[in-house]
């Protein structure tokens, strides 16, 4: 009886871990809502009406459940929602300005800057494998931005790529807060909560586009997919083990670009498929060698 506790207590990490596959498919689905209407609205407006339709969505929850948003960490969910908000808005510019594969392939950059960053953290000397784990996938992402670098995307890979490292301190943030027993739905209502009042004075100063019957189900389905796949995120993280959680989150990676090849009849070039594997290689590689380390830490 004891063996099989112990089994099943070992497979439960896994199991978790598959809510990044939710995830997965929420947050490409919401990329490919942001990118059909990018052409009618702004990137604040985008970024405000992911935000208040999330946050009606996770507060619909909270409330039937009647569970409490007090929080005892209430500036760790305030830092975080900042960041995430941010990193947010620099990745929604690059997917309405670059092929979806290519904006989302930047955005989760995030494990190279993790892995980057991780040696300083733990003060520890790079181990040979990961220096040459962050110089491949760097690589990729220069031969990724190559084409955009020589047009006039130049800004739109720059600023994807700095989602990328947004995104990687807002998960540093997710971790923190999970080690201080925040709950995922909490998390997710501070960030949605934080981002639509910010979002919202930001659009009232850039730009406003009137609303149609027809753009509600576009802006309802931004909202709910991008909390559904932040929800699915989060809890993966929390409950799953990190480097399968982390390398499922590249399977965004493949649905984005099938939405893109459908939607759009968006072609990358050879030299792109290759860096985006390059990339997602690079990425989870240094996943497992920063795990380790932080294990042995």
Not at 43 to 52: C, D, K, T
Not at 121 to 130: C, F, Q
Request: charged share 10%.
């Amino acid at each position: 009886m004891r063996a099989g506790k112990l089994q099943l207590s070992g497979r439960l990490p896994h199991l978790g871990s598959l809510w990044m596959l939710v995830a997965a498919i929420g947050f490409g689905v919401m990329g490919a809502l942001v990118k059909l209407g990018s052409p009618k609205f702004s990137n604040a407006e985008l970024v405000f009406y992911r935000s208040i339709f999330g946050l009606i969505s996770i507060y619909g929850y909270i409330a039937y459940h009647k569970l409490p948003l007090r929080t005892p960490v209430l500036g760790k969910q305030v830092s975080r929602a900042v960041v995430g908000l941010i990193s947010l808005a620099l990745f929604f510019y690059a997917i309405a300005h670059l092929p979806l594969a290519t904006a989302i392939t930047l955005n989760y950059t995030s494990a190279l800057f993790l892995a980057a960053l991780t040696p300083f953290l733990l003060h520890e000397k790079p181990k040979p494998i990961l220096l040459g784990t962050i110089l491949l996938g760097f690589l990729g992402i220069a031969l990724l931005l190559k084409p955009s670098f020589s047009s006039q995307n130049m800004l739109a890979g720059a600023l994807g790529l700095l989602s990328g490292f947004g995104a990687s301190m807002a998960y540093v943030h997710v971790k923190q807060l999970g080690a201080l027993q925040e709950p995922d739905w909490r998390t997710v209502f501070y960030f949605t909560c934080i981002s639509t009042v910010i979002s919202g004075l930001w659009m009232l100063f850039d730009h406003f586009s009137a609303l149609a019957w027809q753009d509600l189900p576009l802006l309802l389905g931004l909202g709910v997919s991008a909390t559904i796949g932040q929800l699915a995120m989060t809890r993966a993280y929390r409950t799953g083990n990190t480097l399968i959680v982390a390398s499922l989150a590249y399977t965004t990676v493949i649905f984005a670009t099938l939405l893109g090849v459908i939607f759009w009849q968006e072609t990358l070039s050879a030299s792109e498929y290759i860096a985006i594997g390059m990339i997602i290689l690079s990425g989870m590689i240094s996943v497992n060698t920063t795990t380790q380390k932080k294990s042995t830490a």
